[in-house]
């Protein structure tokens, strides 16, 4: 494993050691294979025992990690026939935001979502999964057509945020951001939203208005990042674990906090560890999600996502 | 003891009261530096008169500004859950906003009121910064919403004035939600046909500005109001480049197609009023007399003719 996060070093350690003894174990030592029975036994416990009782923090960590599945993974898995739609038809193609047509489980629909990318030459290309105004634009564009042609949208979030920067600010970033959310409360087709990694901010929610609101079990929701919470409140961006704690930012508080429809639960180690059970799993959330949803009228599907965000007034808590 | 309270006590408050009274009877400008009256920046709505700069104005000098003689009469907001996430950084946030409550005698960061502009009943929601930098959270939210629903019930149009940092970190991800919730707001507004206009004031920033601020029908500014998204100290330090001089200002905005107009307080009121007026009151007042018929100086074709009369029902 390339990657892993400093709360899975001794599970790693354990694993480097199964492996030197399965290269020992050619000869066919029947004491060795015992022992990584053991030792496997042993792994999947420390893996269990360290994923159910991730803090806050380390749940930042797991949604950040770069060996988690990414938006481009999940459409090679699960879409059919996926013919990507480029540009916001007034000034240039964002390929942080990435959608298009395709096929899923049988329905055609419009699936939109932050591109982060897997190595250093596509992250640079998706601009770290950081969309622009041309992205949020490009997004609704895509929306308006799904709604056009009344076939369902799914976006999949990822995202640390919108990009901060001099262009984007120039041409808008707060008024593309605005009318990309307005748009999601304007279609009339059932829209089901994952947030498969992080759902950082306004660059979040930008997609996420949705009908039903799913969460992969150790993705993150939040409102600024802890790093930028604790340079506020703090005045010290060392404070970031504090500020998760704080910010109640896991998918288990979105579900308690009436935020999320269902949390999906991700493979043991978590979604890093085994991508396709992930993508797998978050495939037959989002089918289920549309099942419910298929048959509704447009208006009543659009007049009852306006009555379930205008009752996020944190009302029903403990 | 007498000698205590006789001497000494009046001897200290004297030079605790000397410190403090400049203070609040003088206000220096933070853009020229040069020292304002008090009085002065009452009766100027909190704009510089030696150099135009234009100083934050709280609900209550927006309200007396802007409505006909400045009579209005606030609404009640409707009450909201209290600290939902039990929030601590270095303080508590229900300190912070008990703090906030006793310095500004309010109960949030949006204050709503309704009255008259031009004659014409409006209903106008203040986002004041003094409380916690204007941010929203769930009782801001709640708080235009009520705004809005009184627009549509008085069937009047919604000016609403923002100043403010972004969404209220201390309510996590709910006040995330508010971006949804307060766009629905003016979408309802809308969709009665009424005017939706905002005047963006110093600052309008972060998840205020990419939600229900950004959306208006007329979108005014405030000379010299920083208006974007994102913090330029988050900016500067990503793309590590200087930003370019009048970033994020309101003229800045302007040159980049941002913002219908840069208007300054002292014409502000007149500009709504104006505005409001070519928006609701579409077609010439009764009892004004009918244009002079032209006569064609050629025999009419169908063409020419279908249009003149196109172009009379349009004026009916």
Not at chain 1, 134 to 162: C, N
Request: hydrophobic share 40%; proline share 5%; aromatic share 6%.
């Amino acid at each position: 494993m390339p990657n892993f996060l400093d709360f899975e070093k001794p599970i790693v350690e354990l694993e480097a050691k199964i492996e030197e003894l399965r290269h020992l174990s050619d000869g066919g030592d029947i004491n060795i294979a015992d022992e990584m029975i053991r030792l496997k036994a042993k792994v999947d416990w420390m893996l269990r025992q360290t994923y159910e009782q991730l803090d806050p923090w380390q749940k930042v960590q797991v949604a950040r990690h770069p060996g988690r599945p990414h938006f481009s993974d999940y459409v090679a898995a699960l879409v059919e026939n996926f013919t990507p739609l480029a540009g916001d038809r007034a000034y240039a193609e964002d390929r942080a935001m990435i959608g298009g047509l395709g096929r899923f489980r049988g329905y055609s629909v419009v699936i939109i979502g932050n591109e982060k990318g897997a190595d250093t030459e596509s992250r640079v290309r998706h601009n770290f999964g950081m969309a622009r105004p041309e992205g949020y634009r490009k997004a609704r564009r895509l929306m308006r057509l799904a709604d056009q042609f009344g076939l369902p949208v799914i976006t999949l979030v990822d995202t640390s945020g919108a990009y901060p920067g001099i262009g984007a600010e120039e041409r808008g970033q707060a008024e593309a951001i605005a009318r990309c959310v307005e748009t999601c409360l304007e279609i009339r087709v059932p829209f089901v939203s994952a947030i498969i990694g992080e759902g950082g901010s306004g660059g979040a929610i930008a997609l996420a208005a949705a009908d039903k609101v799913l969460m992969l079990e150790h993705a993150i929701y939040s409102v600024i990042s802890p790093e930028g919470c604790a340079s506020i409140l703090w005045r010290n961006g060392d404070h970031a674990q504090e500020a998760a704690e704080a910010l109640k930012l896991t998918a288990q508080n979105m579900q308690s906090l009436g935020i999320i429809d269902a949390v999906v639960s991700e493979p043991l180690g978590g979604a890093h560890r085994e991508p396709a059970k992930a993508i797998a799993a978050v495939g037959e959330a989002i089918e289920a999600a549309l099942h419910d949803l298929k048959g509704l009228d447009g208006g009543v599907l659009r007049a009852r996502r306006r009555e379930k965000f205008l009752k996020m007034e944190g009302k029903g808590l403990s | 003891m007498n000698w205590l309270t006789n001497f000494v006590r009046p001897k200290l408050r004297a030079l605790v009261h000397k410190a403090e009274l400049p203070d609040n009877l003088w206000v220096k400008c933070p853009a020229c530096e040069q020292m304002i009256f008090h009085r002065d920046l009452d009766a100027n709505h909190h704009v510089c008169q030696h150099c135009d700069h234009h100083l934050r104005l709280g609900a209550k000098g927006r309200f007396e500004m802007l409505f006909d003689d400045g009579a209005y009469q606030r609404i009640e907001l409707p009450n909201s859950i209290i600290d939902p996430l039990k929030f601590r950084d270095r303080r508590r946030y229900t300190e912070r906003l008990k703090e906030a409550q006793n310095r500004t005698g309010e109960p949030d960061a949006m204050v709503v009121a309704h009255g008259r502009m031009g004659g014409m009943a409006v209903v106008i929601a203040v986002l004041d910064f003094s409380f916690l930098g204007g941010s929203m959270g769930i009782t801001v939210g709640g708080a235009l919403l009520a705004a809005a629903r009184l627009a549509v019930l008085q069937k009047a149009p919604l000016i609403v004035v923002p100043a403010s940092g972004g969404a209220r970190m201390q309510e996590g991800v709910l006040s995330l939600m508010q971006l949804p919730r307060t766009i629905i707001a003016v979408e309802e507004v809308k969709e009665a046909g009424l005017p939706y206009i905002v005047v963006l004031s110093d600052p309008t920033t972060g998840g205020v500005s990419a939600s229900f601020a950004m959306l208006g029908d007329i979108a005014i500014a405030e000379p010299g109001a920083i208006i974007g998204f994102a913090g330029a100290r988050v900016i500067e330090e990503t793309i590590r480049e200087k930003l370019p001089e009048g970033f994020q200002r309101a003229e800045y905005l302007l040159e980049h197609g941002m913002v219908d107009m840069v208007v300054h307080r002292r014409q502000l009121r007149d500009t709504l009023i104006r505005i409001l007026d070519l928006l609701r009151s579409p077609t010439p007042p009764a009892g004004r007399p009918a244009p002079p018929q032209v006569e064609p100086e050629t025999p009419a074709r169908g063409t020419g003719a279908g249009n003149a009369g196109a172009r009379k029902s349009r004026r009916r």
